[in-house]
T-cell receptor
Framework: GDSVTQMEGPVTLSEEAFLTINCTYT??????LFWYVQYPGEGLQLLLK?????DKGSNKGFEATYRKETTSFHLEKGSVQVSDSAVYFC???????????FGQGTRLTINP | DTEVTQTPKHLVMGMTNKKSLKCEQH?????MYWYKQKAKKPPELMFV???????INESVPSRFSPECPNSSLLNLHLHALQPEDSALYLC??????????????FGPGTRLLVL
């Protein structure tokens, strides 16, 4: 079945550091890929998405590129801020399916 | 506007109580979802409504009863819950599109504690 694997956390960085959170997937066909962010005590917010190979999603300084050859959708940000501290979920949605398949989540803490 | 609202924000209930969670969206979305999220875990799908009809029930116990009165509203009726049902309950909605274009937008959740 479809699955998403994220790098295990927690990840702790200093402010202004470069961030990469790895995400790889297994799916049949051509899924859409998503990154959601969950701030403490809140629901999930869509951070970015990509719907086909080589698409780059971007938002709030975060970027991720849909790489079909490596089945990956790694999240990157050039300079993180304390306010980026949250849990990040990678997810996929297979074509025709109504279900989102989530990775386990990566907890990110940014220290000033 | 991509807002999904949920009420109440917090709920404490005993095992013999009956309560309801409410979700609302005004984005014209025709698919609505209930998820359950335990601490430090990803959300788990419970139910999906598509065009006001139940399309997916992920083998959820009958003490959870969903209802979709119209295209903007989704309820989750709770009865005789167990302490292990304590969790964050998230609602989401999406506009059904062809293929894989559909994006789910989540509400802030209801944090439920069952005593």
């Amino acid at each position: 079945g479809d699955s998403v694997t994220q790098m295990e956390g927690p990840v702790t960085l200093s402010e202004e550091a470069f961030l990469t959170i790895n995400c790889t997937y297994t799916a049949t066909g051509y899924p859409s890929l998503f990154w959601y962010v969950q701030y403490p005590g809140e629901g999930l917010q869509l951070l970015l998405k990509a719907t086909k190979a080589d698409d780059k999603g971007s938002n709030k300084g975060f970027e991720a590129t849909y790489r079909k050859e490596t089945t990956s959708f790694h999240l990157e940000k050039g300079s993180v801020q304390v306010s980026d501290s949250a849990v990040y979920f990678c997810a996929l949605k297979a074509g025709g399916a109504q279900k989102l398949v989530f990775g386990q989540g990566t907890r990110l803490t940014i220290n000033p | 506007d991509t807002e999904v609202t949920q009420t109440p924000k917090h709920l404490v209930m005993g095992m013999t109580n009956k309560k309801s969670l409410k979700c609302e969206q005004h984005m014209g979305h025709r698919a609505m979802y209930w998820y359950k999220q335990k601490a430090k875990k990803p959300p788990e799908l419970m139910f999906v409504y598509s065009y006001e009809k139940l399309s997916i029930n992920e083998s959820v116990p009958s003490r959870f009863s969903p209802e979709c009165p119209n295209s903007s509203l989704l309820n989750l009726h709770l009865h005789a819950l167990q302490p292990e049902d304590s969790a964050l309950y998230l609602c989401a909605s999406s506009h059904p599109r062809a293929s894989n274009q559909e994006t789910q937008y989540f509400g802030p959740g209801t944090r439920l504690l069952v005593l």
